[in-house]
């Protein structure tokens, strides 16, 4: 028992293991990193909240299915969350802003450099490292674990929108939410996440507007939006556009530098609507108010006329009779002539 209480750290990665957590493990409760990364296990446990001083949790490509535990939220020390290359499902929890350790500037560096130095002084030289993939390739973090501050998702089977509030996680550094089934638009106030280093939400099915805010992101080393189902132009700012066209590719309504797709006849059809079709529709209603204007004027002038002009009047009744009597006395000539064929055919 005492063992488990000053567990400070478990490492079992890439070990074979199957099936469950040991429930054992909530009685540690000083641990601050656990990596069980690649692995066969089955579902992350509830009680994974109960261990308040974790910091470090690495569970990517262990098999992992269900939901992502609301429970994760009450870990205010973490700043590394690696659930990638799983099977999980379900939405992503709206309550990681309670992540303080991500939302708060210097929350856990103290904390985090005693236990780093209560490890120094009993095993000697010995300094934890964990292997990490904040950019597209791994990284091993030794002493500057403690700058980290990621939460990688990726390759996993999520749903739902991206949660409004991740945009609270201002100290984030690296988000890697790619390769899931995300739906719903970026959040409009992402460019508030000024640290960020790194975001990838390609192989998605987000839609709307690249968020002007993001322009502000300008420590960005890594952008990957593509395959997507963004529109519009893309932002412009000095890091967004260095980005090579291939991170914005796969969405077919976006446009703008560095895509060679121009946004010109885009916004044309874009900026008429909603106030290009009311234009329209004045255009449409003036021109019908017009005709039935000129209808209504042109029959009464020619009714007036005939009213009031006893030869035009005459004329005209003149000339309607002899229509009628063309018109009478041709088809009658067509009808003989079409009875007198159909006799010939019976013979």
């Given at each position: ?220 080393g890594l952008l990957d939006l593509s395959y997507n189902d963004l529109s519009g132009r893309i932002p412009s700012s000095n890091q967004l556009q260095s980005f ?104």
């Open positions: 028992m005492g063992a488990l209480v000053n567990l400070q750290s478990l490492r079992i990665q890439n070990n074979g293991i199957y099936g469950y957590i040991p429930s054992s493990l909530k009685k540690c409760s000083n641990i601050w990193l656990i990596d069980m990364g690649d692995n066969h296990l089955s579902i992350i446990p509830l009680w994974i909240g109960e261990l308040t001083n974790l910091t470090v949790l690495r569970l990517r490509s262990s098999e992992f299915k269900g939901y992502i535990p609301q429970q994760i939220c009450q870990l205010s020390s973490l700043i590394v969350l690696d659930l990638a290359n799983n099977s999980l499902s379900g939405s992503i929890p709206n309550c990681l802003k309670n992540i303080s350790a991500m939302a708060l500037p210097d929350f856990n560096i103290i904390s985090f450099s005693s236990m780093s130095f209560i490890y120094s002084y009993m095993y000697g030289s010995y300094v934890e490292n964990v292997q990490l993939v904040p950019k597209e390739k791994e990284m091993e973090y030794e002493e500057n674990l403690i700058l980290v501050r990621l939460i990688d998702l990726s390759s996993n089977n999520l749903s739902g929108s991206i949660p409004a509030e991740i945009s609270d996680l201002s100290e984030l550094r690296f988000l890697n939410l790619s390769r899931n089934h995300l739906m719903g638009k970026i959040p409009e106030k992402i460019g508030s996440l000024k640290e960020l280093e790194s975001v990838d939400l390609s192989q998605n099915h987000l839609s709307g507007k690249i968020p002007p805010s993001m322009s502000n992101l300008t420590f960005l090579d066209a291939v991170r914005y590719i796969g969405n077919p309504q976006l446009c703008g530098d560095p895509l060679p797709k121009n946004c010109t006849i885009e916004e044309q059809s874009l900026n008429r609507s909603p106030i290009g079709s009311v234009e329209d529709d004045s255009k449409n209603s003036n021109f019908y108010i017009g005709m039935g204007v000129g209808f209504a004027t042109g029959f009464w002038a020619i009714c007036g006329a005939l009213f009031f002009n006893r030869t035009w009047r005459h004329a005209y009744f003149r000339f309607a009779d002899e229509i009628k009597d063309w018109i009478y006395v041709t088809t009658m000539i067509k009808m003989n002539l079409l009875e007198k064929l159909r006799v010939c055919l019976n013979k």
